[in-house]
């Protein structure tokens, strides 16, 4: 079975991994353009596209699909299978319809919850404690089609987004490797999603980061935990901004938002319980622990501040 596999981020690196490890004939593939990142703005390649190098895999970045773009690639590799895991794009109908066995798609959420773009991200936001991995037949909807296969996995209390993130990808990875099988072997029993279920999990972006003080302590630390290590929650104080990057739950009381012990300890006030906060990092400093920062910074916070978003 020729296999072509469409892929972007370190999500999607496992599942190219695990097809090349089990000995699958990935006969090219596609993956976003490479992008200027961090302060250098240096061209880095994407983690799939990376794989595919060490592998000598063809690799093929188009900046559309639309108009046919994909259509030459797919003619000369002539696909029996598309592999789609964390693309970033959806593809146009003549993507989907091209291999004889169609287009699957690895997701890491247990569909039909979560659809789109940050399922990890929301699942710890929303406090769940169980989610998974599925795989499912590709359509022209937003992660809408016919599932295969569904793997559970616990979310454990000190997961944050890049926790989860790497546990699923590996469970993402096995998923795919016996979906493949299935499909293979004729055995595929597909199962439609029920629409009633469905939610949705949008693109998070540095403004949702703000904390809520009048929020339960319980919704903050599960915000500060899906957005660790990105977008990343933030508070001010004082009129400086500093992210959070570890928190939990204590049961100390006082006004949303007021900061109730700073002796080593910094810990704030929510609508109900409080957080403390043991991790953060303040503009233009490096991420540290908060006994370490309250050691060197004796003023950045003091007792009965109130903290906004």
């Not at 789109?116 to 169980?130: F, H, Y």
């Amino acid at each position: 079975m020729k296999i072509l596999f469409m892929g972007t981020g370190a999500f999607a690196e496992v599942s190219l991994k695990a097809l090349i490890d089990a000995g699958r004939n990935v006969v090219a593939v596609v993956s976003q353009p490479n992008k200027p990142k961090n302060r250098g703005m240096k061209i880095i390649p994407t983690p799939v596209a990376v794989v595919a190098d060490e592998n000598n895999i063809d690799l093929y970045a188009p900046k559309t699909l639309k108009d046919g773009a994909l259509l030459p690639v797919l003619e000369e590799k002539q696909p029996d299978l598309i592999v789609v895991v964390a693309y970033g794009k959806l593809l146009p109908k003549y993507v989907l319809e091209f291999p004889k066995y169609g287009c699957i798609n690895i997701h890491g959420s247990l569909l039909p919850k979560y659809r789109g773009a940050a399922p990890i991200q929301w699942s710890i936001i929303n406090g769940e404690k169980i989610t998974g991995v599925t795989s499912m037949y590709l359509a022209e909807g937003m992660d809408t089609g016919d599932m295969i296969l569904k793997r559970e996995m616990p979310i454990a209390p000190d997961d944050t987004y890049g926790t989860l993130h790497d546990k699923l990808a590996v469970l993402g990875g096995e998923l795919l490797i016996e979906t493949v099988e299935l499909i293979e072997n004729g055995k595929v029993k597909a199962e439609k999603q029920d629409e009633s279920l469905a939610t949705y999990a949008p693109m998070l972006s540095k403004s949702m980061g703000g904390i809520d003080w009048s929020k339960t302590a319980e919704e903050i630390v599960n915000q500060v935990r899906g957005m660790n290590p990105w977008p990343c929650a933030y508070s001010e104080n004082k009129g400086k901004r500093f992210k959070v990057y570890s928190a939990s739950v204590t049961p100390n009381c006082g006004t949303a938002g007021e900061v109730l012990l700073c002796d080593g300890q910094l810990i704030v006030a929510a609508g109900e319980g409080s957080v403390q906060i043991s991790e953060l990092q303040p503009d233009n400093k490096k991420r540290m622990k908060t006994e370490d920062f309250l050691r060197g910074n004796k003023t950045f916070f003091t007792k009965g501040d109130i903290l906004r978003g």
